[in-house]
Every structure is written in C-alpha cells, then in structure tokens.
C-alpha cells in the first residue's frame, strides 16, 4: 500500500532554512508527482509546488517561488522540501502528498510541523 | 488565483442530510475535489473529479456539480464524520483549496 512518512517536527531560527523529507513506499516512486502543501493553524491549505521524481522537474506556485526548494532522491525514494529565510509566517505544518490522475491527492504523509521562533 | 468560498460552519443532527458548498471564482470544469480533516489528522480524500467516490469511501457521500458551483452530500449523517471539509480546484494554476467548512454535530 501507498505510504508517506514525513520527517519530524523542527523548531528553528528566523532567518534560518529547514529541509523537511517524505519517504515514499508502496509505488514506483518514479513515476508520480509529489505535491507539498501548507497548513497554517487555523487556516486552510496552500499548494506549494510539485516535483516529478523521474526527471527532477518542478513547478511551484508562484507565492512560493523563493521560498520552497524541491528535490527527490531516487535511491531512497525519498522527496525533500528546503524552506529558505525563515519568518514567522512560515510556521505551519507541511505535508507530502502523492496524486492520481494526476490531478486529486490521494495519499497523503501525516504532515510536518515547522514552528519558527527566536 | 481561483478563489474557492465555502461556508464556515454547519451543525446537524445524526441521521440527516447536509450539504456543503463549494464556489469557485471562475470556472473549474468538472475539476473539484473534496477532502475531509480530523483534528490533527491529514487530509483524506473523499471525492474526486465532483462526482466520484474515493476507494474506501462510504456510499453515504456524494458529490456533485461543475463550472463554478459545487456541493459534498452526506447522507445520513455519522457522529464520526465531524471533521472539517475542503474544496481544492486543479483546473486552473495555481491548484487552490477552499477555506473549509467545519461540521459539527448536535
């Protein structure tokens, strides 16, 4: 069965980066986008920008560009988002999520919380 | 951005029909999904495509819709389906999500 599993959660520094990851299972990691997603407290969700694993292509939202790097490690399966000038605004929890069709996320990681504070 | 409003909240009974609506800024054709959030819980998806049952997905939600107006169905309603539920359009870039809508039961 299709698995995400998301790195921990990470306290840092305004000003500092973070890479978060989201090892995949179950499929060929190859040959799916990964999608990551923001979630404020309280707020609703923002796309972020995808990665397809196969050739290293992206696209991101443009809110994002700057902001959010995507990376994928074919031998490990493993997708990577580095978050960059860290703000408070950046606080939030963070998921991976896998699509079909290739339009609608299936599959979702269990999501990583990213607090920034001095 | 496609801008996707949905009603806050809504509170029902067990054993009722609800809707929730969905309204797009801007046409999304048939490309409306609907996903369901429990409270520290990743989102699930529901229905894809404005009509279609996710695998796994009870029989007593439902979706319908297109262009710009859209709307979840549960029908009867679960105490477990008291969750928060999300649009999300990938018709247009970027894909957006609506705000939720948190439903509540009496």
């Known amino acids: 069965q299709v698995q995400l599993q998301q790195s921990g959660a990470e306290l840092v520094k305004p000003g500092s980066s973070v890479k978060i990851s989201c090892k995949a299972s179950?499929?060929?990691?190859?040959?799916?986008?990964m999608h990551w997603i923001k979630q404020q407290p309280g707020n609703g969700l923002e796309w972020i920008g995808w990665?397809?694993?196969?050739?290293?292509?992206?696209k991101y939202n443009q809110k994002f560009n700057g902001k959010a790097t995507l990376t994928a490690d074919k031998s490990s399966s493993t997708a990577y988002m580095q978050l960059s000038s860290l703000t408070s605004e950046d606080s939030a929890v963070y998921f991976c999520?896998?699509?079909?069709?290739?339009?609608?996320?299936?599959?979702w990681g269990q999501g990583t919380l990213v607090t920034v504070s001095s | 951005d496609t801008v996707l409003t949905q009603s806050p909240a809504l509170a029902v009974s067990p054993g009722e029909r609800v809707s929730i609506s969905c309204r797009a800024s801007?046409?999304?054709?048939?490309?409306m999904h609907w996903y369901q959030q429990k409270p520290g819980q990743q989102p699930k998806l529901l229905i894809y495509?404005?009509?279609n049952l996710a695998s796994g997905v009870p029989a007593r939600f439902s979706g319908s819709g297109s262009g710009t107006d859209f709307t979840l169905t549960i029908d009867p309603v679960e105490a477990d389906d008291t969750a928060t539920y999300f649009c999300?359009?990938?018709?247009?870039?970027?894909?957006?999500f609506g705000g939720g809508t948190k439903l509540e039961l009496k």
């Open positions: 179950g499929y060929t990691f190859t040959s799916y986008d």
């Open positions: 999520a896998r699509t079909e069709g290739p339009n609608w996320f299936a599959y």
């Open positions: 999300q359009q990938s018709w247009n870039d970027p894909r957006t």
């Open positions: 990665i397809y694993p196969g050739n290293g292509n992206t």
């Open positions: 801007e046409g999304v054709n048939s490309y």
């Open positions: 495509k404005a009509s």
